[in-house]
């Protein structure tokens, strides 16, 4: 998955300039294409949401299915203002959103600390507006929280990592920590993309310093 966006558009564009979008979202499969569960809502009640950005989300969602606990994953689009965008159009940086992983998961199997452990890494949070050799604004690192105690547990963990990283020679994390906002599926094949392409390609690489 390569940027088809100006390496030199690195900036979030404002919502007044941002393009329109649909009203009308898109189609998916209705079962995650790894374990089966539904994809979308209803979900089990005992479930928790949580959503990040970490570079191009083929590879990201794969890392968060493999955690034992999570019930299911699915990649779209957020933190932006078009509404409904497609994927050519989030690429183009004209939409401000970032490419991100949905992930359900049972908080009594795996906590949410340990799915930030797997976020922090998977990638380098070092590298603002790009992972690796993708760049553009969809590419930036971001932690986009559903409640009061998930932000102050993301930046916590931003504070303990950013130490350990300092000490380890790497400059200071560009990772954003927000409120979840709308939340637009991305098109099916997007959808555990590596799963049905194991050869895939994947542009993650962390830093090497444990979290």
């Keep these: ?33 790894v374990n089966g569960n539904p994809i979308q809502a209803p979900y089990p ?8 950005g970490f570079g191009c989300f083929w590879g990201a969602e794969k890392k968060m299915w493999s955690i034992e606990g999570v019930y299911i994953t699915s990649v779209g689009y957020s933190a932006g203002s078009t509404p409904n965008p497609s994927y050519e159009e989030v690429c183009s940086g004209l939409t401000g959103h970032n490419e991100v992983v949905l992930v359900l998961f049972d908080p009594e199997l795996v906590s949410y600390e340990s799915i930030l452990q797997v976020f922090w ?21 971001g932690i986009y929280t559903y409640s009061d105690k998930q932000f102050e ?6 504070k303990c ?10 400059g200071e994390i560009t990772t954003e920590i927000k409120a979840a906002t709308d939340f637009y599926y991305a098109e099916t ?23």
């Excluded at 009640?45 to 990040?52: S, V």
């Design 1 to 33: 998955m390569f940027n088809k966006a100006s390496t030199e558009n690195m900036q979030l564009p404002s919502a007044s300039s941002a393009l329109p979008g649909r009203s009308t979202s898109v189609e998916i499969a209705t079962s995650h294409y």
């Design 161 to 170: 990592y950013a130490e350990k990283l300092k000490d380890s020679g790497f």
């Design 189 to 211: 094949y997007h959808q555990q993309y590596l799963a049905k392409n194991p050869g895939g390609y994947c542009g993650l690489g962390g830093t090497g310093v444990e979290c």
């Design 121 to 141: 890494q998977a990638h380098n949070p070092t590298q603002g507006m790009r992972q690796g050799n993708d760049q553009g604004t969809q590419y930036r690192s």
């Design 153 to 158: 547990t993301a930046c916590h963990s931003l």
């Design 45 to 52: 009640e005992n479930l928790e949401k949580a959503l990040f």
